[in-house]
């Protein structure tokens, strides 16, 4: 039996939440193509950001460990398929639309640079008079403008509502600017579930790559609430030793007990609000999707303590002082002497600015390709 793209829209319309995004209802794409027969709209958007080079060179790019510190810790790719795993849970729980969240996670991280929050930090320091950065912004970039695989136009040529889903994130560490798309709305219920999967996911698995790098303790979390009940829940003693299995069974209980706190939350909030419709519940006052206050104030704990004792801690800051030479090294180096680009780069000089162009590859590049280059344009040993 084939479902054809017309029964998968019908699947959908039967399946999915009255304020959930149906594909048959999207405003379309700012380029109209013909759709294909066996895909709904946001799953050919989501093959389509898979398919990008922006999303293979997350598995290189930082997310708090550096790559070649181990092969096992996390990287910007693993995360950002730990988040999309997270999110299709809670949308496949709550009627949301699965796929489309799908679309959102797997694009919301592409426009990171190297060296993780650092790199953005530093980038958005260096391109302070030349219109700024945020990676939220640059994800946008990327699969509007930067991706060329269309001979027609530029870009990915998304449906709407997965762009507006991604100019829409938003976490503590993340603000969006959606000027375009609607501002005085919320996002829709499949934005707003990237955003807490997105949370729930970077901080378990911190958390658990803390744990196995030895810059956390079992003693430095005896503090925390959430440490404590989930031990508790697992029946793991500190006498026991923290094995790779014991950790694996907190980390995966402490998800499972996380996405249950949302979910049920959520399901309240939504009854609560009584939204009917996608534009009813894009018009409240507040995000329907998150957790309870008991369990914000747990994560409120233990997000404090990753920030003092992991994302502080002497060997991450040492590779962000790191980062900050080397990005900076080179900024100022394409600058002040554009010929030593690639040529490829160098086109697209005469449709942005020297420094934007400059931010553009930069950001591209892979922690290891970063190195690399400095290496060639600074070491006298290393060859061009």
């Not at 550096?66 to 996390?74: A, F, K, L, S, V």
């Not at 729980?93 to 919301?108: F, K, P, R, S």
């Not at 990676?135 to 027609?152: A, D, G």
């Not at 939504?270 to 409240?284: F, G, H, I």
Request: with cysteine; aromatic share 8%.
């Amino acid at each position: 039996m084939i479902f054809t793209r017309s029964q998968l829209e019908d699947i959908e319309e039967r399946n999915l939440a009255p304020y959930g995004i149906k594909s048959k209802d999207s405003r379309g794409r700012l380029h109209p193509e013909d759709e294909p027969d066996y895909r709904t709209r946001f799953q050919r958007d989501r093959d389509r950001i898979l398919h990008t080079t922006a999303f293979r060179r997350l598995e290189y790019k930082t997310q708090v460990f550096i790559n070649y510190e181990g092969d096992y810790y996390r990287t910007r790719l693993t995360h950002t398929l730990e988040v999309t795993q997270t999110g299709r849970t809670v949308a496949r729980a709550l009627g949301a639309n699965e796929d489309m969240v799908e679309a959102i996670c797997m694009a919301h991280d592409l426009g990171h640079p190297p060296f993780g929050h650092s790199g953005e930090a530093i980038l958005a320091k260096l391109m302070h008079d030349y219109g700024g950065f945020d990676h939220n912004k640059q994800s946008f970039r990327i699969v509007t403008e930067l991706e060329q695989r269309y001979p027609e136009y530029p870009g990915l040529n998304l449906t709407w509502e997965v762009l507006e889903g991604i100019v829409k994130h938003e976490t503590e560490y993340d603000i969006s600017d959606a000027r375009d798309f609607n501002p005085e709305l919320r996002g829709h219920l499949e934005a707003q579930i990237c955003n807490a999967a997105d949370e729930l996911a970077y901080t378990a698995h911190d958390l658990d790559d803390g744990l196995r790098s030895g810059m956390i303790t079992t003693d430095m979390l005896e503090e925390l609430d959430l440490w404590v009940i989930i031990t508790n829940s697992v029946g793991w003693h500190k006498e026991d030793g923290l094995t790779d299995l014991a950790r694996h069974r907190i980390i995966r209980r402490l998800i499972g007990t996380e996405v249950t706190d949302l979910v049920q939350c959520t399901d309240q909030h939504l009854r609560e609000s009584n939204a009917r419709t996608v534009d009813d519940l894009q018009r409240l006052p507040y995000n329907v999707v998150g957790f309870s206050e008991e369990m914000n104030r747990r994560n409120r704990q233990l997000k404090d303590f990753l920030f003092n004792n992991l994302y502080r801690h002497h060997r991450v800051v040492r590779m962000a002082v790191k980062a900050e030479r080397i990005l900076s090294d080179l900024f100022t180096a394409y600058r002040e002497e554009p010929s030593i680009l690639p040529r490829h780069v160098q086109q697209r000089m005469g449709t942005w600015s020297l420094e934007r162009t400059i931010c553009d590859y930069i950001a591209g590049m892979t922690d290891r390709f970063a190195i690399d280059e400095h290496n060639k344009l600074f070491d006298p040993m290393t060859l061009p």
